[in-house]
């Protein structure tokens, strides 16, 4: 997907894609899988998902998404004041749990953010073509430190009966793009009436997999 079909969802508001509720995997798993010295949390192609809210609960969360519209609304819709500055390529949205790092993903550096615990992508890689899929999965893992976990959250569905996003990503996929990570795949659920967000697929199943995703020992 090109950065410009992202720009217009936003402008056009159309935003098939975002929930109006925390993801229910994230409510179900995150508490009980975070430890007590787990500080930080990445949230890349952030949106402007309450799951964000959620996370800063109990975490320091920076999020990344190219769309300033995304980053300002994250802010307003959630009556969080923040102050903004301009940090190189990058837009840096702040209040006190939270920072938004707006700008192209592919640009953003590791090193511009602290050590992270945690990484949330819960339609992130599955909102990009196959092609870009690599791409996406190589930078995120300079994102990663020894003890960073990934809690990835992915739809499958007929490819053939949808053109994405979002993009079917199965189990072997996974396994493709993490190799020599340890992959472990908590939930299934089979969502039988084909809801992603706001929007309803003509489908013959929608499957949604929690994975938890860490370097190899
Ligand atoms: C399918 S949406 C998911 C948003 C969010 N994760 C959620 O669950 O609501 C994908 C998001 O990625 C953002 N995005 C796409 N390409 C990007 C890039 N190269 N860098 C940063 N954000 C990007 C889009 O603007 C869009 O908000």
Redesign the pocket.
């Known amino acids: ?1 090109e ?1 410009i079909f ?1 720009h217009k ?2 402008e056009r508001n159309t935003l098939g ?3 109006s509720d925390v993801h229910p995997l994230l409510v179900e798993y995150f508490t009980s899988l975070a430890l007590p010295s787990d500080r930080h949390v990445f ?5 402007k ?1 309450l ?1 964000m809210v959620y996370l800063a609960q109990s975490m320091q969360v920076t999020g ?4 300033d519209i ?1 980053c300002h609304d994250f802010f307003l819709d959630n009556n969080l004041e923040f102050k903004s500055q301009t940090l190189g390529a990058f837009k840096h949205y702040s209040c006190q749990q939270l920072a938004l790092w707006q ?4 640009k953003l550096s590791s090193k511009a953010i602290d050590t992270v615990d945690w990484i949330y992508d ?3 890689l599955i ?1 990009l073509p196959i092609a870009m899929q690599q791409r996406y999965v190589a930078h995120l893992k300079s994102f990663f430190s020894s003890h960073t976990r990934l809690f990835l959250v992915t739809v499958e569905f007929p490819t053939m009966q949808l053109s994405g ?2 993009f079917s990503v199965n189990s072997s996929t996974v396994k493709d793009l993490f190799s020599g990570f340890n992959i472990e795949c908590l939930a299934i659920n089979e969502l039988s009436d084909k809801r992603f967000a706001q929007r309803t697929f003509e489908v013959d199943y929608l499957r949604e997999k929690l994975y938890i995703i860490k370097k190899g020992d």
């Open positions: 997907m950065n992202w969802c936003w894609f975002h929930q949230v890349p192609l952030c949106g998902t799951d990344n998404e190219i769309s995304a700008g192209d993903f592919f819960r339609a992130a909102a996003p979002p």
